[in-house]
């Protein structure tokens, strides 16, 4: 069924009411609509004309005050602090931290988050296949969490509730041991529970195990595609986004160049809606579903993920200027999931 019935009753209704319609950037066209405009001020991509809310030209979130920026989370790879093990493997040891944090989502829209090192989403960890890796885990909020790590490990270094170390309460810390398999693209969260809350809250990042002959060099991008539930019915998303802030490679294209490698690690952990879609313009990508083969399966321009689903997307840009990736999903793509790569010939 659609949401947007609730959707809209919060974006033309509520909302408007109370103000923050406004911050949004959402003006009325009618006694009961609100006006479309893309980052350009032109009609959104999709649907030109239909109802939905986008930033008005120039409204922007203040990242400094965020504490993070999706065009740095983009290339942001954390490897760790490195050591070498007696037996001659390599050891990575992070600190994470969870923390409660008053985000602007959107120009003027604040969200009570929960995050993992101040950020949505939490750092990209990254290693090779083998290593030791230990992760540091403190809870800075308010809630119980624990750090949940897809990939192939021990049941007491899972994450969850009542295995293991279990809960992690406020002011506790506790430390995740486990080698790093396989290789591919992975991810983390809390698993506690309501589990849909804690992640959708923003406790999740990108775990990337690289292969022990490394891919091909590339310009490598994080994209991690998830949504607000800004209203906290459960019911759907009122924002989406990828990196954190709706709209903001609409603002901020992502730059790369001409004929170079293009590797996307692309993870869906969004909530409430049961699949995301990613689609790119005037190119097509090679696909790697969950980056555990170094074979792509599919040669595409659009695929779907389902939430904890990832891939990475391989590509290059034969022509130079801007195009855009977004949602399939047309109603995701007009509240912020849609961004523009602007390709640089040189
Ligand atoms: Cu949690």
Request: charged share 20%; proline share 8%.
């Amino acid at each position: 069924m659609t949401l947007s019935p609730s959707r809209r009753r919060f974006l033309a209704g509520g909302a408007l009411a109370g103000g923050a319609g406004l911050a949004l950037g959402i003006t009325r066209s009618g006694s009961d609509t609100v006006a479309v405009a893309d980052a350009a001020g032109h009609p959104a991509a999709h649907g030109g004309g239909v109802e939905g809310p986008t930033f008005r030209l120039g409204a922007v979130v203040d990242h400094d005050a965020n504490g993070f920026d999706p065009t740095e989370v983009l290339r942001d790879f954390d490897y760790g602090t490195v050591s070498r093990l007696p037996d001659g493997r390599t050891a990575r040891e992070w600190e994470i931290a969870s923390g409660d944090s008053d985000l602007e989502v959107a120009p003027g829209v604040r969200f009570p988050a929960w995050t993992f090192n101040g950020r949505v989403p939490g750092p990209t960890l990254r290693c090779t296949e083998g290593d030791l890796l230990r992760v540091q885990f403190t809870n800075g909020s308010k809630h119980p969490h624990t750090v949940h790590f897809h990939g192939i490990h021990p049941a007491e270094m899972d994450g969850i509730p009542g295995i293991g170390r279990g809960l992690i309460e406020p002011g506790e810390s506790f430390t995740y041991e486990f080698d790093a398999a396989p290789f591919g693209l992975h991810l983390y969260h809390c698993h506690v529970g309501p589990l849909a809350e804690h992640i959708a809250r923003g406790l999740y990042g990108t775990f990337i195990v690289d292969p022990e002959q490394p891919r091909p060099p590339a310009d490598e991008l994080v994209m991690v595609m998830h949504g607000y539930n800004t209203t906290f019915d459960a019911e759907g998303n009122q924002l989406y986004a990828v990196n954190g802030i709706p709209f903001h490679y609409m603002h901020e294209p992502v730059r790369v160049r001409r004929d170079q490698l293009v590797r996307i690690y692309l993870v869906n952990v969004l909530e409430y809606d049961p699949i995301n879609s990613f689609h790119i313009h005037g190119n097509f990508f090679d696909y790697y579903p969950t980056g555990t083969r170094l074979e792509p399966s599919e040669f595409t321009d659009t695929i779907v993920q389902a939430q904890g689903q990832r891939g990475i997307c391989e590509l290059r840009f034969p022509h130079p200027g801007k195009f855009m990736f977004h949602a399939h999903k047309s109603e995701f793509a007009e509240l912020g999931w849609m961004g523009l790569f602007e390709v640089e010939d040189r």
